[in-house]
């Protein structure tokens, strides 16, 4: 079967779509036959090796890739009760989805209702159960907190937003470019600043009269993690849960004190889905929410295995607005269960 897979870190040249057998079941894994796999950051960042110290998400080479997938269950291993051969499910938190066949725990995969597309299913996997974590518990937004999200337009920042306002949030989103301005602001965002033209912290500061926001959700890093602190009020909450614009590093702690004594956090999706139940409680509310329309999911693009070259340059580049795919067997094929 074929698999995207790194054999040593580095640049998205390094990727290559490889001829590998097929993968065997565990006792509690399920046989997947993929129809998408997700592109999500963190392909980027395991690529090129900014996890390889991690003991959360050890990356041994040859690595393959893919932590999200979608598509229909071949077998299960003896094991499993919840999960049968021929259910469509969508997953994430697992190794190895972008390929033909993954093996996957099987308490990660939650079943597709059969109204629910698996582009749709997918887009609710990674980028949901992250917004999900982030609104209801790395910071519990409440009917008037105020929230800034960066990169609001993006695949989780939209998903954010709107769980942001359901939770009865004020929302300040940031934003690359005037087309993002308009989708964030359609997602539900109260104040859209375009922060590659204006300051975003004089912009929170000038908005708040002076006292800044209760919490920012920072998945930028690098290029914004100390205007996101100086942009709290006193004693708020940073949530820095990701790097897009490069790693923070050599970060001096007193900038906390003299940002307002406020607190910082940098959270990994595995420690807020511990358990099966507190996964698919996630899960299952996201998909309860795509259905009821309380929210809904952008599919950008959709690319195949061997364009991973340019589907990682078109995450990495700013030029997404949702679901990054890779599309491995496709909506239509059929079950042969
Ligand atoms: N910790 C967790 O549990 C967890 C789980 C899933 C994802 N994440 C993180 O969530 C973040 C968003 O993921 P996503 O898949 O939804 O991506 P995305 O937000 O759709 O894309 C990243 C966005 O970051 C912004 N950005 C600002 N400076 C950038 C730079 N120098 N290079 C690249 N992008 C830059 C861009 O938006 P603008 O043009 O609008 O600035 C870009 O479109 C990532 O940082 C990812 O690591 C964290």
Redesign the pocket.
Do not use: E
């Given at each position: 079967m074929r698999a995207l897979e790194v054999e040593e870190f580095g640049g998205p040249e390094k990727l290559k779509v490889r001829d590998v057998p097929k993968p065997e079941v565990g006792e509690y894994e399920i046989l997947i036959k993929t129809a998408y796999a997700g592109l999500?950051?963190?392909d980027i960042?395991r690529s090129r090796g900014d996890y390889k110290n991690s003991p959360t998400y050890p990356t041994p080479l040859p690595y393959r890739l893919g932590v999200e997938g979608c598509g229909w269950v071949e077998a299960v291993g003896k094991g499993v009760t919840r999960i049968k051969a021929g259910d469509r499910v969508a997953f994430t938190r697992v190794h190895g989805s972008q390929a033909e066949y993954a093996a996957i725990p099987a308490i990660r995969a939650t079943k597709l209702p059969d109204q629910v597309s698996f582009k749709r299913g997918i887009a609710i996997m990674?980028?949901g159960i992250?917004a999900h974590y982030l609104a209801h518990d790395a910071y519990p937004l409440e009917l008037g907190s105020k929230c800034l999200i960066?990169?609001?337009?993006?695949?989780?920042?939209q998903l954010l937003v709107q769980l942001a306002k359901k939770q009865g949030a004020e929302v300040f989103g940031?934003?690359?470019?005037r087309e993002?301005v308009e989708i964030a602001k359609a997602r539900g965002a109260n104040h859209v600043i375009e922060?590659s033209k204006v300051d975003f912290r004089d912009e929170i500061m000038r908005i708040t009269d002076g006292a800044g926001v209760d919490v920012v959700y920072d998945?930028?890093?690098k290029?914004t993690l100390i205007k996101s602190l100086n942009s709290l009020r006193l004693r708020g909450f940073c949530i820095l849960?990701?790097?897009?614009?490069?790693l923070v590093k050599n970060f001096d702690v007193l900038e906390l004190a003299e940002a307002g004594s406020v607190f910082l956090t940098r959270?990994?999706?595995q420690h807020?889905v511990p358990t099966e139940e507190a996964y698919q409680a996630r899960a299952l509310d996201l998909l309860a929410w795509l259905q009821d329309g309380t929210i809904d999911v952008t599919i950008d693009r959709v690319f195949q295995l061997e364009e991973a070259a340019d589907a990682i340059d078109f995450?990495?580049?700013?030029q997404?607005?949702?679901k990054v795919l890779y599309e491995v067997f496709g909506e239509g094929q059929k079950s042969k269960f």
């Open positions: 999500n950051f963190t960042y990674s980028h992250t960066h990169a609001a337009a993006g695949g989780v920042g940031t934003v690359g470019s993002k922060y998945s930028v890093g290029d849960y990701g790097h897009a614009s490069g959270p990994h999706l807020y995450l990495a580049s700013r997404s607005k949702g």
